[in-house]
């Protein structure tokens, strides 16, 4: 089945400056890759995805960028704020709604004012 | 808010008992995903339904069982529980097959 590495598991940086995590699978196959953000003790909030036809997106602040001949994806928060202060997953799956999603292990994202 | 609606928020219960766990998906979407979070565990795919039959399975115990309704709502079902159950246990749904939006959860407590 698929694996899901996710590096690193804590990341703390400053107010305002960016931030990246870095995420790695293993099944050739997969080709969506979506982000969650999860604060304490809430549900985990689907915030950009990409689909393996795709090399990058970006959504303001946020983007995610593929490799698919390395298998591997990245997100990239510029011009950090207190409120992206959360853990933060990867995740794969084979796409077409036929298999769930595998998680990274998260990382938590301190942002330090 | 997501739109989907889980029940309860919390429950505790007794090793070896049994509880269901109830998911309302989005209005029109047709799958359904449950998923475990635990501490070691992290995030794990359970089992996924759409439109009422079983679409796939992940690292689902045989002691947990799940069905979909023709209301499209999805309730989990846990027994024989043990204290190593004790988690979060979140349920997705989906309209397109891929973008999946997470209810606010269950924390189930075995005592």
């Known amino acids: 089945g698929e694996n899901v590495e996710q590096h690193p598991s804590t990341l703390s940086v400053q107010e305002g400056d960016s931030a990246v995590i870095k995420c790695t699978y293993s099944?050739?196959?997969?080709?969506?890759f979506p982000w969650y953000k999860q604060e304490l003790g809430k549900r985990p909030q689907l915030i950009i995805d990409?689909?393996?036809?795709?090399g990058e997106k970006k959504d303001q602040r946020i983007a995610v960028t593929l490799n698919k001949t390395a298998k591997h994806f990245s997100l990239h928060i510029t011009e950090t704020q207190p409120e992206d202060s959360a853990v933060y997953f990867c995740?794969?799956?084979?796409?077409?709604?036929?298999?769930?999603?595998?998680f990274g292990k998260g990382t938590h994202l301190i942002i330090q004012p | 808010d997501s739109g989907v609606t889980q029940t309860p928020k919390h429950l505790i219960t007794a090793t070896g008992q049994r509880v269901t766990l109830r998911c309302s998906p989005r209005?029109?979407?047709?799958?359904v995903y449950w998923y475990q979070q635990s501490l070691d565990q992290g995030l794990q795919f359970l089992i996924q339904?759409?439109?009422?039959?079983?679409?796939a399975k992940g690292n689902i115990l045989e002691r947990f069982s799940a069905q979909q309704f023709p209301d499209l709502h999805s309730e989990l079902n846990l027994s024989s529980l043990e204290l190593g159950d004790s988690a979060l246990y979140f349920c997705?749904?989906?309209?397109?097959?891929?973008?999946?939006?997470f209810g606010p959860g269950t924390r189930l407590t075995v005592l």
């Open positions: 997705a749904s989906s309209a397109n097959t891929y973008e999946q939006f």
């Open positions: 099944d050739s196959a997969s080709n969506y």
């Open positions: 990409i689909r393996s036809n795709v």
């Open positions: 995740a794969a799956s084979g796409g077409g709604g036929a298999d769930g999603l595998t």
């Open positions: 209005s029109g979407d047709l799958s």
């Open positions: 339904y759409y439109n009422g039959e079983e679409r």
